[in-house]
């Protein structure tokens, strides 16, 4: 049997009707014949999805036990052993149970479909792992339960199940999608508009993300090369001038009237890799291109237009910005130009040609390039075809009579060849004349006379010339190409550290420069800043010895803006150098303006937290505020009420009630005033000597039945620790309540108390499930229960008060792993006796 097919319901947020749909989905292919089994599916106390679930074959769960408790998850074998056509599984996402067979559900959904059945199941986008960071920086939530993008792109179908976060919220509130007790932090945590409204917009582009593959797998399978205009894509070609910020910008707005539209630059690179495009303009334009939401490519091409085109093909592109030919009227008389030729190929792609400052004033003149050789090459080419050619025609002229003119020739041939190899083209040419001159003076008839009698030797003669040039020529473009393809390495390996100093996150500015100084032995490299033309340059970085003040005091300069201006000073850079300087000098702005952001981070980080303590205050006070004060107002109301009469007993229960509910919210609110004065640095501390043994009992009151599962294993005769005896119970009861919390029924809790160094160290052990090593600190966040964070991981105010108490009298709170299982909470204090 073939492999089976896999179905995934994608949804933005818990609630939006996966597990509906999915089962929808079962019961309509019930209906049509097929043999549907129900492998995992969480009611989660949903009477609409335990509806769905009747009349459905469900697979009996496998039990796993782990540390004691009993845990049921997908018996991935009994699905295989039933072998149904399709079978149901919810939650893609879902860690399985440590001794189940595979550790991710995921992969046993996969291993199911390997054996040839179809799966139908369910996942959030907050648990794909490519946005995971991104869903944890909008919500506050880590998902630790994720599965891998490929596999949900490897499925033969995904289908979003959408809901507005209005709808959503509405279901929420009507108790659809968790208890009630649960609904009023939901709503305001994670359950957000803002919050749901983001993760809606991920889970539609990821989808479109995957529609996009799905169509260009389509294309390329069917051999589609013309443009579907499915979705506006705009590619803008840069030459690396001036004039493509006007081009990025222009195409941006064009890319804007269509909503969702992708834009994209590209450059185009000869193909030998010796371009003649700025790279500072280009360095300046990708980062405009990428501001604007935009990405940048670079692709190697000699055909240009061609090049253009496989590239927007390649991306199935509907629109081409080019701009204007900056080529004058005579040079296009000569050849169409890029323009007009990508215009006249671009077939069904619109082609927009920008004007632009810069057109038809024509390229910059390129100056004649000096020849690649040495000095000591060209002195040696000089010297040989001065002195070579003399001693060559007395050679020669000795023994004229036993040579033919082509014998001639071609001996003189010989030393042009090793004049153009030793000196290059000036030396070469000037060789090829002067043997020209001396061989129709000495050795054509008739001799001693510039005259030529036979046609024939008029011909080879200027053959001779004109293959004495045409080496020489060679020579010297070999030489200057090999020079130009040693300093082409150099910047390339130049530009490979810059990038690597980019990518090892060394964007520190002084770093930067400090290395640009290193690269070209400068004395100095300082970059000026100044906020208007008129005012003056300040120094907003420098590298090296005494600073250039202004552009006049350097050596060289290069222009990044109106406001920036790269300095160095030291020795004068080759013209050829300027370029790898552009482009370190782009780099500086880059990293100065990284610099600045964050520090404008670090400025705002402090009013952001300040923002989230309010929120997560506010959330702490209508969630934990309003449960106890609602449960003693119903039991002082029912105590009021005249028209029922209460038994001894259920008016004692009520007074119970009353009392609890109001013991609990004046601890709350004891919580609160103290961390607001710990915050505040008012909270007085009054430490004296106190025995633990008598602090315990205390604590363990406010437990009421629960302090029967707290183990003391404290000696008789442990010190006398010294601290606040108020403050000390509050924190050992904070440590002990959430100990017991975490902890199995059938475990006990056991405080310990120990000598250390000279100080008293109090473990309170639990055996729950423990939190991982990098979240340790996360417990110590005000307000995480309620904030929002992980549910499961913080107990709201009781640590973060409890480490700040403990802080206040001279000691520490830390967390430690319980070998075998859980977490041990480490409270050390001074001891009396040492102090």
């Given at each position: 049997?073939?492999?089976?097919?896999?179905?995934?319901?994608?949804?933005?947020?818990?609630?939006?009707?996966?597990?509906?749909?999915?089962?929808?989905?079962?019961?309509?292919?019930?209906?049509?014949?097929?043999?549907?089994?129900?492998?995992?599916?969480?009611?989660?106390?949903?009477?609409?999805?335990?509806?769905?679930?009747?009349?459905?074959?469900?697979?009996?769960?496998?039990?796993?036990?782990?540390?004691?408790?009993?845990?049921?998850?997908?018996?991935?074998?009994?699905?295989?052993?039933?072998?149904?056509?399709?079978?149901?599984?919810?939650?893609?996402?879902?860690?399985?149970?440590?001794?189940?067979?595979?550790?991710?559900?995921?992969?046993?959904?996969?291993?199911?479909?390997?054996?040839?059945?179809?799966?139908?199941?369910?996942?959030?986008?907050?648990?794909?792992?490519?946005?995971?960071?991104?869903?944890?920086?909008?919500?506050?939530?880590?998902?630790?339960?994720?599965?891998?993008?490929?596999?949900?792109?490897?499925?033969?179908?995904?289908?979003?199940?959408?809901?507005?976060?209005?709808?959503?919220?509405?279901?929420?509130?009507?108790?659809?999608?968790?208890?009630?007790?649960?609904?009023?932090?939901?709503?305001?945590?994670?359950?957000?508009?803002?919050?749901?409204?983001?993760?809606?917009?991920?889970?539609?582009?990821?989808?479109?993300?995957?529609?996009?593959?799905?169509?260009?797998?389509?294309?390329?399978?069917?051999?589609?090369?013309?443009?579907?205009?499915?979705?506006?894509?705009?590619?803008?070609?840069?030459?690396?001038?001036?004039?493509?910020?006007?081009?990025?910008?222009r195409a941006a707005r064009i890319a804007a009237r269509s909503k969702g539209a992708d834009l994209m630059a590209v450059h185009v690179t000869r193909g030998d890799g010796l371009s003649g495009a700025d790279p500072a303009h280009l360095s300046r334009q990708r980062t405009l291109v990428e501001d604007l939401g935009g990405s940048y490519h670079q692709v190697v091409g000699d055909d240009i237009p061609g090049a253009l085109l496989d590239f927007a093909r390649g991306v199935n592109a509907t629109q081409l910005v080019l701009g204007a030919s900056r080529r004058g009227r005579l040079a296009q008389l000569w050849a169409r130009g890029v323009g007009v030729e990508t215009t006249a190929r671009s077939g069904s792609i619109d082609v927009h040609m920008i004007p632009h400052d810069q057109a038809r004033r024509g390229r910059r003149p390129v100056p004649w390039p000096d020849t690649g050789l040495t000095v000591t090459r060209r002195v040696a080419g000089w010297a040989l075809a001065l002195l070579g050619l003399p001693v060559l025609t007395l050679a020669m002229s000795a023994v004229r009579e036993h040579l033919s003119l082509p014998s001639v020739i071609l001996i003189f041939l010989l030393l042009v060849v090793a004049v153009a190899l030793a000196g290059g083209r000036w030396p070469a040419i000037t060789a090829a004349v002067g043997a020209f001159l001396l061989i129709n003076w000495y050795f054509t008839p008739p001799v001693r006379d510039l005259t030529i009698a036979d046609p024939d030797n008029v011909l080879a003669l200027v053959v001779f010339v004109v293959v004495a040039m045409a080496v020489s020529a060679i020579v010297d473009l070999a030489a200057r190409r090999t020079r130009e393809a040693a300093r082409a390495g150099a910047d390339a390996e130049v530009l490979s550290t810059l990038a690597g100093h980019v990518l090892r996150g060394e964007a520190a500015l002084p770093s930067l420069l400090a290395r640009l100084r290193e690269t070209f032995a400068l004395e100095s490299v300082t970059l000026l800043e100044r906020t208007t033309p008129t005012t003056p340059w300040r120094i907003a970085a420098t590298a090296g010895g005494p600073p250039a003040t202004t552009p006049g005091d350097a050596g060289t300069d290069v222009h990044i803006d109106d406001h920036l201006i790269l300095a160095a000073r030291g020795r004068l850079l080759h013209a050829a150098d300027r370029r790898v300087l552009e482009a370190f000098a782009a780099e500086a702005a880059v990293a100065l303006r990284q610099e600045r952001l964050r520090a404008e981070a670090e400025k705002a980080r402090p009013l952001a937290e300040a923002d989230r303590m309010r929120t997560a205050l506010l959330a702490a006070v209508s969630h934990d505020l309003r449960t106890p004060l609602a449960s003693a107002t119903a039991a002082v109301d029912g105590l009021r009420a005249t028209d029922v009469h209460w038994s001894p007993a259920d008016r004692a229960e009520l007074l119970d009630t009353a009392h609890e509910s109001l013991a609990r919210l004046d601890r709350l609110v004891a919580n609160l005033l103290d961390m607001s004065r710990l915050q505040a640095g008012v909270l007085g501390v009054s430490a004296e000597p106190v025995a633990l043994g008598e602090i315990l009992p205390g604590a363990l009151d406010e437990l009421g039945p629960l302090a029967g599962r707290v183990r003391l294993d404290v000696p008789a005769d442990f010190p006398d620790l010294l601290a606040d005896p108020a403050l000390l119970e509050r924190i050992l009861a904070n440590l002990v309540s959430n100990a017991v919390r975490y902890s199995p029924p059938d475990r006990p809790v056991v405080v310990t108390a120990g000598r250390y160094g000279g100080r008293a160290e109090i473990r309170v052990i639990d055996r729950g499930p423990g939190i991982p090593r990098d979240r340790h600190e996360h417990v110590f966040l005000p307000f995480q229960r309620l904030g929002d964070r992980d549910t499961h991981t913080g107990v709201g105010l009781g640590l973060a008060l409890s480490r700040g108490l403990a802080e206040a009298m001279g000691g520490t709170l830390t967390p430690d792993e319980t070998p075998g299982g859980g977490l041990s909470m480490v409270l050390t204090l001074p001891l009396a006796e040492e102090a």
């Open positions: 049997m073939g492999r089976g097919r896999l179905r995934v319901y994608l949804g933005a947020a818990p609630g939006v009707g996966k597990t509906y749909a999915m089962l929808c989905e079962g019961r309509r292919a019930l209906a049509r014949g097929r043999d549907v089994v129900v492998g995992l599916v969480e009611t989660h106390g949903r009477a609409q999805i335990a509806a769905l679930l009747e009349g459905l074959e469900i697979v009996p769960r496998r039990t796993v036990v782990h540390r004691g408790a009993s845990f049921t998850e997908l018996d991935v074998a009994a699905v295989l052993a039933r072998r149904p056509r399709v079978v149901l599984v919810d939650e893609l996402a879902h860690t399985n149970v440590p001794g189940s067979g595979n550790a991710k559900r995921w992969q046993d959904v996969l291993e199911i479909v390997a054996a040839g059945i179809d799966v139908v199941t369910t996942v959030n986008v907050q648990h794909l792992e490519s946005v995971n960071d991104v869903v944890e920086r909008i919500t506050g939530v880590v998902q630790r339960e994720t599965v891998p993008d490929e596999v949900v792109r490897r499925a033969d179908q995904v289908e979003l199940v959408d809901m507005s976060p209005e709808a959503l919220r509405r279901r929420l509130a009507h108790g659809n999608v968790y208890a009630p007790e649960k609904v009023d932090a939901a709503l305001a945590n994670y359950f957000r508009v803002g919050n749901l409204t983001a993760l809606r917009e991920l889970a539609l582009l990821w989808v479109a993300g995957k529609v996009d593959e799905q169509l260009d797998r389509y294309r390329a399978e069917h051999g589609i090369a013309a443009t579907w205009e499915a979705r506006e894509r705009v590619v803008v070609a840069l030459t690396g001038g001036p004039e493509g910020d006007t081009l990025v910008r």
